[in-house]
Every structure is written in C-alpha cells, then in structure tokens.
C-alpha cells in the first residue's frame, strides 16, 4: 500500500470539506466601522477583521465585497481586505464582507449630498420702483448636480427697507430707489446678488406756484412729481424750467423774477 503524509492527508480533508477551490477560514469576520454614513456623492472606507477569540488573525485569501442595494452605495475592495464606498443615492443598505463561508455585514447610510457652493441668478438686476423683481438660488453639489432650489426653501433678504418680500426671492420695491444687496442662504452657503432700483415712470407733474409777483421782487414755485408706484416727489431742482414772455419775468429752479 502506497503511504500518505499526514500533512497530505490533513490538506485533502481541508479541501474535501471546503469545496473545489474555496478558503478555509478559522475565526470570526468583523468590518471597521460597522455602521458608516457619508453624503451622496462622498466616499468613506471600511476594513474588515479576522480574529479567533479576541486574537488578530491574518486574512488567508481575498475577500468579496457587495453591498445589498446598488442604488445607495458602490463598494470597491481591494487586496488587502479594505474597501471603499461611494455613496449614490440617499438611503441606508448593507454592505457584506465575505471570505468563503464566513461573512460580516455593516450598515450603511447615504445623507444627501453636500452642497458645494450657492449662486443667485440674475447675478445683477434693474426694475422700476413699484415693479417686482425675482431672484433664484442654484446649487452644485457634491454628486456632481446643479439644482435649482425650490425658492421657499431659501432663506432670503435685502439690504433695504420698502421692499415686499414673497419668501421665494420676489422683492417689490415701492417708493425707493437705489443699488441694494440681495441675500440667500441655504444650508451653510450664504450668496449675493444686487439689485437696481430706479425710479418708477412719471404719471403726474404737479406745479404750485404764486398768483400775483410784484416787480423787482422773487417769488418762488415748486414742482411735485408722482409716479406710477404711488410715490410722490420734489422735483423742484430736478425740472426745467421756462416762462412764456422772459421779457416779463424769468423763472430758474422755481424762483420767479419779475
């Protein structure tokens, strides 16, 4: 009879009861940490242990790596037992390390992703007093998207009074005039924008002026404007003044000379 080796004999049996081609494995898997979040778009690392009643033991093959929701979370590992995790899409999973017919199992969850920067569009505006002007915040975030914010979830505000607000990044101005700073805050992003209010167009011109002048003296006119937002005006030094007969009386700013 032909003689077998004891270490033959011990490694047909290993085989035998592991399979054609699997690892043996002695021990219990654990994965580092094991539970991870990380943002959509974000990245995060785990490792995974093997140990026999508390004592570290070396890996004795590759381990396989899934995650149980490809939609949340991609997991790729590498050879020494680690694995990174790139997170997809908001929402929790588990992530499975495997080394033959032992496995370890980490929970997962993806956040939304991070916000990168915030931007107001228009970045400059003009409109009229009594006219409104509205403003939207963009966001670039972390899984590479550019979104336009739904309004109401901004927080928004201006550098002037006489403005009405809707809390979507409407302003109304009424009865100013001016370059203001718009502002809109989102998470921990804070953007600017600015906006030119000039003045509304004119719908009146009102002129108050003496009825009687005696020769060699002054009297004085003044000139009211109102416009279409309902505000009202002294546009005595702004308006151009003239008199029918200069030879009888001059008029320059609303002084009258006779």
């Known amino acids: 009879m032909r003689s077998v080796s004891l270490a033959a004999l011990i490694a047909a049996v290993a085989a035998a009861a592991c399979g054609d081609g699997a690892v043996a494995v002695v021990g219990t898997l654990a994965i580092d940490p094991p539970a991870l979040a990380l943002p959509a778009g974000g990245d995060g690392a785990v490792t995974v242990r093997l140990s026999d009643q508390g004592t570290p033991l070396a890996l004795p093959g590759p381990v396989t790596w899934t995650v149980r929701d490809p939609r949340v979370a991609a997991v790729t590992g590498d050879e020494g037992g680690g694995a990174v995790i790139h997170g997809l899409a908001q929402g929790s999973t588990v992530i499975t390390a495997s080394l033959g017919d032992v496995a370890a199992v980490s929970a997962l969850t993806v956040t939304p992703p991070l916000l990168l920067a915030l931007t107001v569009t228009p970045p400059e505006l003009t409109v009229a007093s009594g006219t409104c002007a509205h403003f939207d915040a963009v966001g670039r975030f972390g899984d ?115």
Do not use: K, M, N
């Open 144 to 258: 590479g998207a550019t979104v336009a914010l739904d309004g109401g979830d901004v927080g928004w505000g201006i550098s002037g009074q006489g403005f009405s607000e809707d809390g979507r990044g409407g302003f109304c101005p009424f009865g100013v005039r001016g370059s203001f700073t718009v502002f809109a805050g989102y998470r921990d992003q804070l953007a600017r924008a600015t906006l030119i209010v000039t003045p509304a167009a004119l719908t009146d011109l009102t002129l108050f002026a003496p009825t009687i002048a005696v020769a060699g003296g002054d009297r004085f006119a003044s000139a009211i404007a109102t416009f279409a937002d309902g505000a009202g005006a002294d546009v005595t030094g702004d308006a151009a003044w003239s008199s029918s007969d200069p030879a009888v009386l001059t008029v320059d700013a609303g002084r009258i000379h006779v």
